[in-house]
Every structure is written in C-alpha cells, then in structure tokens.
C-alpha cells in the first residue's frame, strides 16, 4: 500500500499538483476519517509481505565497505601471500 501511495503522490507531483499533508484529529466526526482509521488498522495486520524495507545510505555504504574488505582478505589468503 505504501508503494502505491508513493507512486500516486510522485504521478502527481510530475503533473504539478500541490498536495498538503497534515495532521487530522482523530474521532472528529471528519469525512473520511473513520474510512482510514479502518483501513490503515487492516493494512497493519496483514500478513502480506514486508513493501517498506528501504535503509539508510550510510549503512549501504558501511555494509559495502565491509563486504569489500572480506572479499579482498579471502583473495590475499588464497593467493598464498598473506601467509
């Protein structure tokens, strides 16, 4: 549901649509409110697979770092020079 919901905010964003997110007080009587409330408590209950598994550049670049290094010492041991 995520991905969808970005999907259609970036759809709109190309076409120049001025979207506004805020913050809705909840048991309002608002339209739509309870509609969401709904929705959004089933979409947390699923036992659907994980859409939201996106993280942080630093640690992408931190693990590639690591991977790099272990990659380099088992070539360097295998080569008979690190011995």
């Not at 999907?7 to 309870?34: P, V």
């Not at 290094?69 to 041991?77: E, F, N």
């Amino acid at each position: 549901m995520i991905e969808l919901i970005t999907t259609k905010i970036i759809s709109l964003a190309h076409l120049n649509c001025i979207m506004h997110f805020g913050w809705i007080k909840g048991h309002a009587e608002i339209e739509g409110d309870e509609l969401v409330d709904r929705l959004a408590k089933e979409a947390a209950v699923e036992d659907g697979p994980v859409v939201y598994d996106k993280m942080p550049r630093e640690v992408i670049i931190t693990r590639e770092k690591e991977n790099g290094l272990h990659m380099w010492q088992r070539q360097w041991m295998n080569t008979g020079k690190g011995q």
